[in-house]
């Protein structure tokens, strides 16, 4: 359990710094555009590598504190969908409704298919 904790808090740092990475970049390239990429890029690298962990474990032997540790805290901690929910909710509320919804559409589609590209890679 402390490890699962241990990874919760590592993957939560790694999202606060490559949010911040991937938000500075967006903003030199598209300036005005005011869409959090962020978050987008950080749950599109964590379905996959999620993924790749579930899948993995689906058709090879492991220590089970590993496969906790690295989908359950890393991951879990790096992936966010309730930060999502509130940029979506922001744009909404800065009167950019179709923003959100493609932003918030677009991150599912894009989750999803990570998530199965990662559980068949994980699966070789």
């Known amino acids: ?47 996959l590598l999620l993924g790749v962990v579930a899948g993995w474990w689906s058709f090879h032997s492991g220590d089970e504190t590993w496969r906790m540790m690295l989908g359950v805290g890393v991951l879990g901690g790096f992936t966010t969908f309730s930060t999502a929910s509130v940029e979506a909710a922001r744009l909404i509320l800065a009167g950019r409704s179709v923003a959100a919804s493609a932003h918030a559409l677009g991150m599912l589609i894009a989750a999803v298919a990570a998530a199965w590209l990662g559980l068949w890679l994980g699966s070789l």
Request: net charge positive.
């Open 1 to 47: 359990m402390f490890l699962v904790a241990l990874g919760g808090g590592l993957g939560a740092l790694l999202r606060f710094w490559l949010d911040g990475r991937v938000n500075a970049a967006a903003r030199k390239v598209a300036p005005g555009w005011g869409v959090p990429v962020g978050t987008v890029v950080i749950n599109v690298i964590g379905s």
